[in-house]
């Protein structure tokens, strides 16, 4: 059964270094994400992309997050400074056109 | 800002019995819901959904129910059985151009015990 897939499992940065977690969404899938949970807290949405373009962000997805689609297959999130806060489960998703969307089983990062 | 709501943080039930999660919404702009499930150190898993012109939809032991005018849904799983036992979040969208980002409640802990 396809797959959302993602790396690094773990990641573990010192404060202030960047970071690229990578994400290789479902084959047929137009619509990608990326979610966040920190720890103890709900799942939150971080950005959109569509078509090759950012289609919605939320107001933590500030100007240290990117997002970029460098091939056909991979989705990658950059964090380009990383924060104390930063630390959390970050979980990329991928639809096709239906509303459902598949989760990949999430990067940990850790910012010490 | 908590747009959905699932005021259970946990939920005990006997095997072979019912489970009944609950989850509020307060955006009367959602028209989509998604029920996901989460083992701890995985990914939210796909479980069911409704759509705001529907009031039930089933999948074998899955039921979801939503009451639009109480902006209440709820998800049924019968009979529960012990590998149902994890965090089961509720989630709703709104179209929004080609977007349907989810906004999650924090998640019922559902335990099934033998």
């Known amino acids: 059964e396809p797959e959302v897939t993602q790396t690094p499992s773990h990641q573990v940065t010192q404060m202030g270094q960047e970071v690229i977690l990578r994400c290789v969404p479902i084959s047929n899938h137009l619509y990608f994400y990326w979610y966040r949970q920190i720890l103890g807290q709900k799942v939150e949405f971080l950005v959109s992309?569509?078509?090759?373009?950012?289609?919605?962000k939320s107001e933590i997805f500030d100007d240290q997050f990117s997002v970029e689609r460098p091939d056909g297959s991979n989705f990658t999130l950059k964090i380009r400074s990383t924060k104390l806060e930063d630390s959390a489960m970050y979980f990329c998703?991928?639809?096709?056109?239906?509303?459902?969307?598949?989760f990949g089983q999430g990067t940990r990062l850790t910012v010490v | 800002d908590q747009q959905v709501k699932q005021n259970s943080p946990s939920l005990s039930v006997q095997e072979g019995r019912i489970s009944i999660l609950n989850c509020d919404y307060t955006?009367?702009?959602?028209?989509?819901f998604l029920w996901y499930k989460k083992y701890p150190a995985e990914g939210p898993t796909f479980l069911i959904s409704?759509?705001?012109?529907?009031d039930k939809n089933e999948d074998g032991r899955f039921t979801v129910f939503l009451n639009k005018s109480a902006k209440h849904l709820s998800l049924h799983i019968v009979p529960s059985q012990p590998g149902d036992s994890a965090v089961y979040f509720c989630a709703a969208s709104a179209w929004g151009g080609s977007n349907y980002k989810l906004t999650f409640g924090k998640g019922t802990l559902l335990t099934v015990n033998p």
């Open positions: 955006n009367s702009m959602f028209d989509y």
């Open positions: 998703a991928s639809r096709e056109g239906d509303p459902e969307a598949f």
């Open positions: 992309f569509y078509n090759n373009e950012i289609s919605e």
């Open positions: 409704i759509s705001s012109i529907k």
